[in-house]
């Protein structure tokens, strides 16, 4: 699961990632010899000035196939930091109680300049990796059956219709087995969030039609990929837009 992103420019090209109290013991980090792990830390080589790098934080997993570096450390006060090599930290997240041994694996796009990275903790290898081929996602998504795992398939945009159709067959399952009403409701919810994504600047006001059609389609007998595209169809009309102009940059 994401629990947090956050995108800032290197001024020197390193990405530090550890304890924010050894911040400090960066300093002599040098960009020949990354990546590296330190005592609390983990240094990385990014992309520096042109443009900011985009850093993600999922626990147990996430949707990236190539991992650069894995550590195990302690972090003293729990927090997990990212920065630069030098000054304060730009970023910290509650990862763990106060001295708590803590695993990370870190992903990234590029060795050398990373521009997008996944810093998974606790990581447990579930994830469905990334993929730009349609059939390798479908394959990886049929493989997805209980509905605890519906972050997992909405953990990317890529082919909204092969994502939002996994989404409808999970949560049908679920409908249809024992799952509790919450865990269907939070599923719902969690998918409408992530058709708002599609779009920027989509409110939650614009999207507040969609739950109760989600729910009618999901216990219609219409196929998994007809249910989805219809609500893609349907969000794309309330738009004002085509539906290719919806997914168009998507696909």
């Not at 992103?5 to 924010?20: H, K, R």
Request: net charge negative; aromatic share 8%.
């Amino acid at each position: 699961m994401k629990m947090a992103a956050v995108e800032f420019t290197l001024d020197n090209g390193i990405l530090v990632i550890g304890d924010d109290s050894a911040f400090p013991e960066a300093y002599n980090l040098s960009i020949e010899t990354l990546p590296a792990v330190e005592d609390r830390l983990i240094a990385i080589s990014c992309r520096q000035q042109i443009a900011p790098i985009r850093v993600e934080l999922w626990r147990n997993w996430a949707p990236m196939s190539h991992c650069i570096i894995s550590a195990n450390f302690m972090l003293s006060g729990g927090m997990l930091a990212l920065g630069e090599c030098f000054g304060r930290p730009l970023f910290r997240w509650p990862a763990s109680s106060p001295g708590s041994s803590l695993q990370l694996d870190v992903y990234a796009d590029d060795e050398v300049e990373a521009s997008l990275i996944s810093v998974v903790v606790q990581p447990n290898k579930r994830a469905a990796q990334s993929s730009c081929r349609r059939s390798e996602l479908l394959e990886q998504l049929d493989q997805v059956d209980d509905i605890s795992r519906i972050d997992v398939i909405l953990a990317e945009r890529s082919f909204p219709v092969v994502r939002l159709s996994a989404a409808f067959r999970v949560i049908r399952r679920a409908m249809e087995g024992d799952a509790s009403i919450h865990r269907i409701r939070y599923a719902i919810e969690a998918t409408v969030e992530w058709m708002r994504w599609l779009r920027r600047e989509m409110s939650k006001t614009e999207v507040a039609w969609v739950p109760p059609l989600f729910d009618e389609l999901a216990r219609s007998q219409m196929p998994a990929e007809s249910a989805a595209r219809v609500l893609i169809d349907r969000l794309a009309d309330s738009l004002a837009m085509s539906t290719s102009e919806l997914l168009d940059a998507r696909w």
